[in-house]
């Protein structure tokens, strides 16, 4: 990519980064209006939801990178596993890893949750399941977070460089 390419990157994925942390509110409002008690069916929806949107905002975000920087995107039953684990891996003369191993494995429990919000009813989400999902996004959005803040770096000092080189 060339510089302006690197730098159009960055400024198109700090936004969306921006729109991804705010589902930090949305937990913490979940959490607030559960307090100790055991969430009703209406609840399981509510935060059933909002945690299918932490694994959903993180891909979409992976899968611009991934389009944009390696021109290949997975495609078929294993595409959502196979982009976290393209996204830990660095491409020589590219780009960088751009998520953490930690993170991916993070995610990972996301993105199974994803597979279970889209094929089951709401009625059926067992808080079972839920519950350490909700009690653990803070740390899987943060390490996120950081992960793509370092990468929209990364992006911005490799335009910076490319620009004094031309």
Sequence with gaps: MNAKQLQRLADELSPRLKEFQEIETQIAEARSRLGSREPDTFDLYAVGGILHDV??????????????????????????????????????????????????????????????????????????????????????????????EQFITFCLMTSSDKDSHT
């Design 55 to 148: 694994y959903q905002g993180a891909e979409s975000i992976c899968r611009h990178i991934a389009k944009e920087i390696d021109r290949q995107v997975p495609v078929g039953a294993a595409s959502h596993r196979e982009l976290l684990d393209q996204m830990t891996r660095p491409i020589p003369q590219t780009r960088p890893a751009v998520i953490q191993p930690r993170t991916a494995k993070l995610l990972h429990e996301y993105r199974k949750f994803r597979h279970v919000a889209r094929h089951t009813y709401g009625f059926k989400f067992d808080w079972a399941l839920i519950k350490p999902l909700l009690d653990n996004a803070d740390e899987a959005i943060a390490a996120f977070v950081a992960d793509i």
